[in-house]
């Protein structure tokens, strides 16, 4: 008997078709990956098994956990079992812990809720969770908030609630998505050992094929709220029988075909920056202490040249992204733009950091809900002394959004109304608006999954071949970095460990800590 069956589910949500006979099975110690584009009814399938679906529901078909229909399970024995016999991992760990609450408090609660323990007793079990899931008191006290943690750790602290009771099933959503490749794959090998520990099964949502087919022991593929392809990983992956299944594959590998950067002419130059953080006293007598985030960082982006920062998290990327965007002041160094300087002493020059914009991870999360697309990417032409107005304001939005593939029509729509991948070309459009020197882009793929991906990749490159596009490309996936740029630098510890022509450091890298990465990455060609 399967610890989870999934059975011809069928499920409606106002009348409108969202799964369609949805079936596979899960047994113990193993792992089942479901994946497919955004929208193709991973999550929801998740949040079924978990009973954790939105009003207007109606579900058909079978669901049962160890031998117990779900389906029919009333709400008071269903809190029963969720988070003591299934458990989930979300996304987003920081949207996902309660920031006014310490790590251990969080713990502790998810154990007395199924348990009726002393508070001592709780927190005790508690730090042994924690410990398990590579977080011990020593390093990483109880009474640690999350936003002192990095996203990795974060991630970890999400894991422990969800296995603090040994749940028979654990149900992980995407939990790697926004990880760097080596916490990525320290995160994997936490949960393959729980896996094996726990004799639990282990249901992962994602839509990175390469770490499907390094970790999973069979695949379930999804499009448009049907099962189209199941089986064990790799006869899947060899197989690949359904045209759907294919076309996933192939835009796991797709490579842009960029144009060739212009002849080097200087645009930004960052010299031997240096960005130190006073951190407080840990006690009431204590000395304050310092962190270095940058270190006697330096190199050239030239004018329409497509350059890649790559590094762990903490590494320093996101500080030196903001002291080159003018919006952190630096100890030392110095930062120009077409050769005046972003700072003069701590202040930022604005007639400078006008010509550069920023395209976000989280489309959604960068725009006001409340205004129309018109009205969000028009916004950075406010900065201009003489900013377009009228008929000439209402041609150039329709043109920018006629640029990232979009119609004219969209301007009046709502950022709601349009998909993942469709916002990203708007936050790509209003990057564009005001025809900025210099572009970075954080991280805005690694949310995407990769037909969208694909998409967004080739609209860069095809902007690049309209435009002398300039770029610095933020990412964590180090198979788009290759794609997408000419030259690349890493970093780790604050410091620029190597750089130069992207696939002469990816074919061969000079750096210990490139090679890390590099082999850290996961691989569609080289299953475990």
């Not at 990483?140 to 749940?167: D, E």
Request: charged residues 20%; aromatic residues 6%; negative net charge.
């Amino acid at each position: 008997m399967s610890l989870l069956a999934v059975d011809n589910l069928s499920l409606q949500i106002n009348d409108t078709d969202i799964l369609h006979d949805v079936s596979f099975a899960v047994q113990p110690r193993e792992i089942v990956a479901l994946t497919g584009e955004s929208g193709s009814g991973k999550s929801i399938t998740a949040l079924s098994v978990m009973g954790l679906l939105p009003q207007g529901t109606v579900v058909s078909g079978q669901v049962q956990f160890d031998g117990q229909s779900l389906l029919d399970l009333p709400e008071p024995a269903f809190c029963r079992l969720r988070g003591n016999d299934i458990a989930m991992v979300f996304q987003e760990p920081m949207t996902a812990l309660n920031p006014v609450q310490t790590i251990g408090a969080q713990v502790a609660e998810a154990i007395r809720i199924h348990q009726r323990i002393t508070r001592r007793a709780a927190w005790t079990h508690a730090a042994k969770t924690l410990d398990r899931v590579g977080l011990p008191n020593a390093q990483f006290p109880l009474n640690t908030y999350p936003h002192q943690l990095s996203g990795g750790q974060r991630q970890r602290v999400v894991i422990a609630i969800a296995i603090a009771m040994r749940p028979k099933l654990l149900i992980a959503d995407e939990p790697t998505t926004a990880l760097d490749v080596t916490t990525q794959a320290t995160v994997l090998a936490l949960l393959k050992d729980l896996v094996a520990d726990f004799d639990m099964g282990l249901l992962i949502i994602t839509h990175d094929l390469a770490v499907v087919r390094q970790f999973a022991d069979q695949i379930v593929v999804m499009q448009k709220g049907q099962v189209v392809e199941a089986g064990p990983t790799e006869v899947v992956f060899d197989q690949m029988r359904h045209p759907y299944t294919r076309s996933l594959f192939a835009a796991s590998q797709h490579q842009v075909d960029l144009p060739a950067p212009p002849k080097p002419a200087p645009l930004l130059s960052v010299k031997d920056v240096t960005r130190i953080y006073k951190r407080p006293a840990q006690t009431l007598f204590g000395k304050a202490t310092a962190f270095t985030a940058v270190q006697d960082v330096s190199f050239e982006l030239h004018k329409g040249e497509r350059v890649g920062l790559v590094g762990e998290s903490g590494c320093g990327k996101s500080t030196l992204t903001r002291a080159i965007l003018g919006l952190d002041a630096t100890q030392s160094g110095e930062i120009t733009l077409g050769g005046l300087p972003v700072f003069s002493g701590n202040a930022p020059q604005h007639s400078v950091q006008r010509k550069m914009q920023v395209v976000f991870q989280d489309p959604y999360g960068s725009f006001n809900p409340r205004h129309k697309v018109a009205r969000l990417i028009a916004e950075p032409l406010y900065l201009s002394d003489n900013p377009p107005q009228g008929a000439v304001r209402a041609e150039l939005i329709a043109q920018t959004l006629q640029d990232v593939g979009l119609t004219p029509e969209d301007a009046e729509k709502y950022i709601h109304e349009f998909s993942g991948g469709q916002r990203q070309r708007i936050a790509i459009a209003r990057a564009l608006i005001s025809e900025p020197e210099l572009i970075i882009f954080d991280e805005a793929v690694s949310a995407l999954d990769v037909s969208v991906r694909a998409q967004i990749l080739d609209l860069l490159a095809d902007l690049c071949r309209k435009r002398p596009l300039a770029y610095l490309f933020i990412s964590h996936d180090l198979s788009v970095v290759r794609s997408v740029t000419d030259r690349v630098l890493v970093m780790q510890a604050g410091k620029i460990m190597e750089q130069g022509q992207t696939e002469t450091v990816f074919q061969d890298p000079k750096h210990p800590y490139t090679k890390a990465l590099l082999d850290a990455a996961p691989r569609l060609d080289s299953p475990v």
